[in-house]
T-cell receptor, first 115, second 113 residues
Framework: QQQVKQSPQSLIVQKGGISIINCAYE??????FPWYQQFPGKGPALLIA?????SEKKEGRFTISFNKSAKQFSLHIMDSQPGDSATYFC??????????????FGQGTILTVHP | NAGVTQTPKFRVLKTGQSMTLLCAQD?????MYWYRQDPGMGLRLIHY???????AKGEVPDGYNVSRLKKQNFLLGLESAAPSQTSVYFC????????????FGQGTRLTVV
């Protein structure tokens, strides 16, 4: 019962294009939504994160868009580069009830950026 | 500053054997997590801990046990390994929900034959 659903599973983009990855959640106790980037053979590392009191957060070429009413959030990578090729995970942190502190991840998206 | 260190990095087990994976963090983090990563399944939470002496079940806890006797260490045990537990295991830690960035270890690749 995946509480955070991520799509697409894989994505191929040309250099300079826009990469878009989407996530949806159900648990209203989630109130922190990070994105992690993972390179082969490494552990995931925090890329960017958002709290539900804002609808958008931008850091360089990376932007999170958040729709609280739809329980959806997405990652946009502008001007995608070959070095962005990695696996991306969305996640959600619960700060309510019996799941306090629980950090749940989506299924991951393998992004390939062609030169 | 080592961050999050997992031991061992690789291991091959025979079905029915037991083992313990060790996660150590030197950042004084309260929260620690164990995940397994399988192709197409993402990172699935096995167990987590919100403080020394406390543990809680995640999404896929069956076949695993954990202990958090010291704040800096989080142990994951497999009492009787099964081929379905072949996976890459990641440990992560974070300071608190107010400083929720999670830091991950390098992973442990476990094969059960």
């Amino acid at each position: 019962q995946q509480q955070v659903k991520q799509s697409p599973q894989s994505l191929i983009v040309q250099k300079g294009g826009i990469s878009i990855i989407n996530c949806a959640y159900e648990n209203t106790a989630f109130d922190y939504f990070p994105w992690y980037q993972q390179f082969p053979g490494k552990g995931p590392a925090l890329l960017i994160a958002i709290r539900p009191d804002v609808s958008e957060k931008k850091e360089g070429r990376f932007t999170i868009s958040f729709n609280k009413s739809a329980k959806q959030f997405s990652l946009h990578i502008m001007d995608s580069q070959p070095g962005d090729s990695a696996t991306y995970f969305c996640a959600a942190l619960s700060r309510g009830g019996t799941s306090y502190g629980k950090l749940t991840f989506g299924q991951g998206t393998i992004l390939t950026v062609h030169p | 500053n080592a961050g999050v260190t997992q031991t061992p990095k690789f291991r091959v087990l025979k079905t029915g054997q037991s083992m313990t994976l060790l996660c150590a963090q030197d950042m004084n983090h309260e929260y620690m997590y164990w995940y397994r990563q399988d192709p197409g399944m993402g990172l699935r939470l096995i167990h987590y801990s919100v403080g020394e002496g406390t543990t809680a079940k995640g999404e896929v806890p069956d076949g695993y046990n954990v202990s958090r006797l010291k704040k800096q260490n989080f142990l994951l045990g497999l009492e009787s390994a099964a081929p379905s537990q072949t996976s890459v295991y990641f440990c992560a830690s974070s300071y608190s929900p107010d400083r929720p960035e999670a830091f991950f270890g390098q992973g442990t690749r476990l094969t059960v034959v």
